[in-house]
């Protein structure tokens, strides 16, 4: 959740960094700082507990930073050590020499402590990113006493050393006093983005601070590295091999970065929905030929249609997403498929046998546990595939092949339209695999018509968004709320009951209708709201008798049922219609009352809707 920006131009480096680090805002942090270098040579740095504005007025009041045109700045979330201004970032080596910003974790943080503890160096703050500024400074002090200046950056060749004896993960900026127009920059397993403008370069940890700058960037894949200078860069590995770069789009315009009439990105997000999915479907799913046009999967197609076995992999609201696309895939394409936790199954030594593929799903492309368990996959012999948003994240440019969700991006914490867009992503693809085996044309034809009537059929269910929130108002006091589904619905139930934890702070369960009499009834009491998906479809009969047994028991019931359903009312005490839609593209529609609870609730009780409730905990560090 931590966030980087640096910068190294012509500019003057400070508001590039206070705003960067604004648009940063929204991932959550207890702290903040930055440090720039002047043409002096001096190193001076601010920081701050709480948010950038702290900051940004402690800067423009009582601690002015000089014009500098170097510099970098950090937004961090506390995991080793107390949310507190020493153990801010940036942090720096005990001569003061050079500063540095860290996302990640040094893992073998102790040991590096000790050592350089046992060499006389000392440390002010609790945190392992202090090890490696302290590391950092001490092979520079070495490396100038052995070499002087000698050739190149010294500040480059010390963090590679650095990077050497490191095990973990880190992207990280630095910068030292010596080298008054340098930036060294450097990733492995967090994000790391090099915007490239005209004599000026400006680094962050997401795309969102560079792209009002430029939308041209650089990429750093793990064990990379670039030194940045106004006019000349150079990207090389840790073990100083050369790279050529490959310089890309950002595909997101600033605009779509912006709040803009919206009270929160979470709200704005649930109603960019219908937008998010046209922009998904647009030019792959042909409703007259019946046929589904996948890009990415253009050279994969023969390794589809005779999989044996489609992994879905992924964390939170991606991996509900991969539940829905467990039932589409069996449903419609006719094969064996499970859908598992990344976190599980990367450390499970899973069984792959031949001809089995892996999707994994993840909105940012950048979530270490879906990464983790796509390369066992691949180890193993699987076809790697991704379903992710954000175009250049490291999921997508490790996959074989994939679909990207083109959603926008997305700002606010709880996953809102990425989730609807997986959901479509995760019926082209069933469709794509079933058409090509046991679907005939009528079938496929009928299901994609359907799913191009989704948008405006999704702006039919936002436009009760004032119903939904009066709804809601009735029942956001209570503590314990149920989810129940059946079938397609399953996966929203969890979904719903996540937003509503996630948002709301309340404890939610989410569960399949069948499986409260095994147990979990007995949590209902008098007035305990209950929310049913109980639309249209196979098991319609099922739920109703799901819902009595809810009702006897004193639940208070809000359905979500297929518009013109009048015997819904005689068993729920609120109702909130959705159109119909063909069983399998119901879970599109079924989700964003869900959504819609749970931000209402949020607002009502105060929530921080955008920004996560901190839970950080402090660590010590001995
Ligand atoms: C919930 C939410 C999370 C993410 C999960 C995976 O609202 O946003 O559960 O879905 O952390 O993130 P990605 O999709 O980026 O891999």
């Given at each position: 959740m931590c966030g980087i920006v640096a910068y190294v131009g012509r500019k003057i480096a400070q508001p590039v960094l206070i705003e960067g680090l604004k648009r940063l805002e929204y991932r959550g942090y207890d702290s903040a700082g930055v440090a720039v270098v002047d043409d002096k040579g001096d190193l001076h740095i601010r920081r701050a507990v709480g948010r950038i504005s702290v900051l940004e007025s402690a800067i423009s009041t009582t601690q002015p930073l000089p014009g500098a045109t170097l510099g970098m700045a950090h937004t961090r979330w506390a995991t080793h050590g107390a949310p507190t201004e020493v153990n801010a970032h940036p942090h720096t080596d005990d001569g003061k020499q050079i500063a540095l910003v860290h996302n990640g974790i040094i893992e073998n943080y102790a040991a590096l402590k000790k050592f350089l503890t046992d060499k006389g160096h000392t440390f002010t703050s609790q945190t392992d990113t202090e090890v490696l500024a302290v590391l950092i400074g001490d092979l520079y002090t070495e490396l100038k006493s052995k070499n002087g200046n000698g050739n190149g950056s010294l500040l480059q060749k010390a963090v590679q050393a650095a990077l050497h004896e490191v095990e973990g993960t880190y992207g990280i900026a630095v910068v030292c006093k010596n080298e008054p127009e340098t930036l060294v920059v450097a990733r492995k397993g967090s994000p790391l983005i090099i915007g490239v403008g005209e004599d000026e370069y400006i680094v962050a940890s997401d795309a969102s601070a560079?792209?009002?700058?430029?939308?041209?960037?650089?990429?750093?894949?793990?064990?990379?590295?670039?030194?940045?200078?106004?006019?000349?860069?150079r990207t090389c590995t840790i073990d100083d091999i050369e790279i050529s770069p490959t310089i890309t789009q950002l595909e997101n315009k600033i605009e779509e970065y912006e709040l803009g009439d919206y009270e929160h990105y979470m709200l704005k997000e649930i109603f960019e929905q219908p937008n998010a999915i046209r922009n998904c479907l647009r030019g792959r799913a042909d409703?007259?030929?019946?046929?589904?046009?996948?890009?990415?999967l253009a050279n994969h197609a023969r390794e589809l249609v005779k999989a044996k076995r489609i992994i879905l992999t992924g964390q939170?609201?991606?991996?509900?997403?991969?539940?829905?696309?467990?039932?589409?895939?069996?449903?419609?394409a006719k094969v064996v498929t499970e859908c598992t936790y990344a976190s599980e199954f990367r450390y499970r030594n899973p069984i792959v046998e031949e001809n089995t593929v892996v999707v994994a799903i993840s909105q940012s492309g950048e979530t270490a546990d879906t990464l983790a368990a796509l390369r066992?996959?691949?180890?193993?012999?699987?076809?790697?595939?991704?379903?992710?948003?954000?175009?250049?994240?490291?999921?997508?440019?490790?996959t074989d092949g994939g679909i990207y969700l083109h959603a926008g991006p997305e700002i606010g914490v709880a996953s809102t339209k990425a989730f609807t867009?997986?959901?479509?992503?995760?019926?082209?693809?069933?469709?794509?695999?079933?058409?090509?085996?046991?679907?005939?044309?009528?079938?496929?034809?009928?299901?994609?018509e359907g799913l191009c009537a989704i948008p405006d059929q999704m702006t039919r269910v936002l436009e009760q968004s004032d119903v939904i929130r009066k709804i809601t108002h009735q029942f956001c006091e209570r503590e314990n709320w149920?989810?129940?589904?059946?079938?397609?619905?399953?996966p929203i139930a969890l979904e719903g009951a996540l937003k509503l934890k996630e948002i709301s702070y309340i404890h939610a369960e989410g569960m399949p209708a069948a499986e409260m009499k095994?147990?979990?009834?007995?949590?209902?009491?008098?007035?305990?709201?209950?929310?049913?998906?109980?639309?249209r479809g196979l098991q319609y009969d099922k739920v109703i008798s799901n819902i009595e047994e809810v009702r006897a028991r004193g639940g208070h019931i809000i359905a979500i049922a297929t518009e013109g359903d009048t015997q819904i009312k005689r068993?729920?005490?609120?109702?909130?219609?959705?159109?119909?839609a063909a069983e399998a593209l119901q879970p599109l529609l079924s989700v964003v009352p869900m959504q819609l609870i749970a931000y209402h609730a949020a607002v009502a009780r105060g929530c921080n809707v955008d920004k996560p409730r901190n839970l950080a905990k402090s660590v010590t560090v001995e």
């Open positions: 560079i792209v009002e700058h430029t939308s041209r960037v650089i990429y750093l894949n793990d064990n990379e590295m670039a030194v940045l200078k106004p006019d000349s860069f409703p007259r030929e019946g046929r589904i046009v996948l890009g990415g939170g609201t991606a991996w509900h997403a991969g539940l829905v696309g467990d039932y589409l895939m069996e449903d419609l066992e996959a691949k180890e193993k012999g699987a076809l790697a595939l991704g379903v992710v948003n954000v175009v250049g994240s490291t999921i997508a440019r490790e867009c997986q959901c479509v992503v995760m019926t082209l693809l069933s469709l794509f695999i079933g058409r090509r085996k046991f679907m005939g044309q009528a079938q496929c034809q009928e299901l994609i149920l989810f129940l589904g059946r079938g397609y619905h399953y095994h147990g979990p009834i007995a949590l209902i009491n008098e007035g305990m709201p209950v929310v049913f998906v109980a639309t068993y729920s005490d609120h109702v909130i219609y959705v159109p119909d």
